[in-house]
């Protein structure tokens, strides 16, 4: 069982590494509307807009909460540093699991700098949606 559980790790380590090393073709206008996209949602979170806040997820995210007031119960519990940011710097946008992510530097309320990373999706009207939000201490290897 700690062998798996070991083997595991390795196995997410190289996905990470290797994806934080590939630097995915994303033109400059894709790149600002994923900024946009990012953006509004934190702003959203911050004037407490649930249903702003929702819109800017992915179907399969609002799928799997159904309701803005659910979504936000989610992150004012799990993802504090992105629903209250003290800082919000973008970075490089990466590849991921063959799809692209945005990364974010967050300071938290509490002070403590996290790196967000953001998958997203690009929906059939040619817009972006955020598909998730993955929070990394700075000293885990990050996707």
């Given at each position: 069982?700690?062998?798996?559980?070991?083997?595991?790790?390795?196995?997410?380590?190289?996905?990470?590494?290797?994806?934080?090393?590939?630097?995915?073709?994303?033109?400059?206008?894709?790149?600002?509307?994923?900024?946009?996209?990012?953006?509004?949602?934190?702003?959203?979170?911050?004037?407490?807009?649930?249903?702003?806040?929702?819109?800017?997820?992915?179907?399969?995210?609002?799928?799997?909460?159904?309701?803005?007031?659910?979504?936000m119960d989610m992150v004012r519990q799990g993802y504090r540093p992105v629903y209250r940011p003290?800082?919000?710097?973008?970075r490089e946008i990466v590849e991921m699991h063959g799809g692209i992510a945005q990364k974010v530097?967050?300071?938290?309320?509490?002070?403590?700098?996290?790196?967000?990373?953001?998958?997203?999706?690009?929906?059939?009207?040619?817009?972006?949606?955020?598909?998730?939000?993955?929070?990394?201490?700075?000293?885990?290897?990050?996707?």
């Amino acid at each position: 069982m700690a062998f798996r559980f070991i083997a595991l790790l390795g196995l997410l380590f190289g996905l990470a590494t290797a994806a934080s090393a590939q630097q995915p073709d994303v033109s400059s206008a894709d790149r600002a509307a994923i900024r946009d996209v990012i953006q509004g949602q934190v702003e959203a979170f911050r004037r407490d807009d649930g249903d702003a806040a929702f819109g800017y997820a992915s179907p399969m995210i609002q799928g799997m909460f159904g309701q803005s007031d659910v979504f936000m119960d989610m992150v004012r519990q799990g993802y504090r540093p992105v629903y209250r940011p003290q800082v919000f710097d973008f970075r490089e946008i990466v590849e991921m699991h063959g799809g692209i992510a945005q990364k974010v530097h967050v300071v938290g309320p509490d002070g403590r700098p996290v790196t967000a990373v953001y998958p997203m999706t690009r929906l059939p009207d040619g817009s972006w949606r955020i598909n998730g939000c993955y929070l990394l201490a700075p000293d885990e290897h990050q996707a």
